[in-house]
C-alpha cells in the first residue's frame, strides 16, 4: 500500500525567508504523480505544485519549488521569500496514475509565518 | 465562476438524523471524489465515481452512500448520522488520474 510521511507536525519561517517542507512516501509503482496542497484557515484545499514522476526535472511555481528525489522517494517544497499568506497547513499527497487512482495524503505540516 | 461546488458549507443537525451533501463541478471532469477529513486534519478517500459509475469504495459504513446522476454531480446521503461523523466533507474532481481539485468542503457537526 501506499504512504506518505510528513514527519514534522509544525514549522515556523520569519517573513521574507526560505522554509523547506519535508515529505516522503512510499510506493512500487513507477509511474505517479506527487502533490503539495495547501489548507489555509479557511479550509479550502488549495494546490500549490504538481510533479510527475517520470519527469527529472523539479517542478517550480513562482516562490514554490519541489526537490524530487524518486529514487529515495523523497519530495520537499520549498517557499521562498514567505509572506504572511503563505501561512497555513500544508499536506503532501500521491496518486498512482492506473485505474481506481486515489490521493493518499501526509498528516500535513503547519507552517506559521513571523512578521 | 466556482470550479466545484458543495452545499451546504456548514450542516448541524442532531444524532441519528439523515442528511445530504450536495457537489457540483464545471470543470468538464469525468470523476469525482469524496475525501473525509477528520478533527486531527487526516483527509482520507471515501468514494470516487468515473462517469456516474461506483469505482473506488472505501471501508466506509454503508450509512453513507454516494450517488451520481450524472458526470458534473455526486451527492453524498448519510443515514442515521452518529456523532463519530461529525467532519470535514470535500468533494474534489478530475480527469481520470489527474490533478484533483476540491471544493470548499463541508463542516458537519452531529450533536
Known amino acids: 500500500a501506499q504512504t506518505v510521511t510528513q514527519s514534522q507536525p509544525e514549522m515556523s519561517v520569519q517573513e521574507a525567508e526560505t522554509v523547506t517542507l519535508s515529505c516522503t512516501y512510499d510506493?512500487?509503482?513507477?509511474?505517479?504523480?506527487l502533490f503539495w496542497y495547501k489548507q489555509p484557515p479557511s479550509r479550502q484545499m488549495i494546490l500549490v505544485i504538481r510533479?510527475?514522476?517520470?519527469?527529472?526535472q523539479n517542478a517550480t511555481e513562482n516562490r514554490f519549488s519541489v526537490n524530487f528525489q524518486k529514487a529515495a522517494k523523497s519530495f520537499s517544497l520549498k517557499i521562498s521569500d514567505s509572506q504572511l499568506g503563505d501561512a497555513a497547513m500544508y499536506f503532501c499527497a500521491y496518486t498512482y496514475t492506473g485505474a481506481n487512482s486515489k490521493l493518499t495524503f501526509g498528516k500535513g505540516i503547519t507552517l506559521s509565518v513571523r512578521p | 465562476d466556482t470550479a466545484v461546488s458543495q452545499t451546504p458549507k456548514y450542516l448541524v443537525t442532531q444524532m441519528g438524523n439523515d442528511k445530504s451533501i450536495k457537489c457540483e463541478q464545471n470543470l468538464g471532469h469525468d470523476t469525482m471524489y469524496w475525501y473525509k477529513q477528520d478533527s486531527k486534519k487526516f483527509l482520507k478517500i471515501m468514494f470516487s465515481?468515473?462517469?456516474?459509475?461506483?469505482?473506488i469504495n472505501e471501508t466506509v459504513p454503508n450509512r453513507f452512500s454516494p450517488k451520481s446522476p450524472d458526470k458534473a454531480h455526486l451527492n453524498l446521503h448519510i443515514n442515521s448520522l452518529e456523532l463519530g461523523d461529525s467532519a470535514v466533507y470535500f468533494c474534489?474532481?478530475?480527469?481520470?488520474?489527474?490533478?484533483?481539485?476540491f471544493g470548499p468542503g463541508t463542516r458537519l457537526t452531529v450533536l
Open positions: 510506493t512500487s509503482e513507477s509511474d505517479y504523480y
Open positions: 474534489a474532481s478530475s480527469l481520470v488520474t489527474d490533478t484533483q481539485y
Open positions: 465515481y468515473n462517469n456516474k459509475e461506483l469505482i
Open positions: 510533479q510527475e514522476a517520470y519527469k527529472q
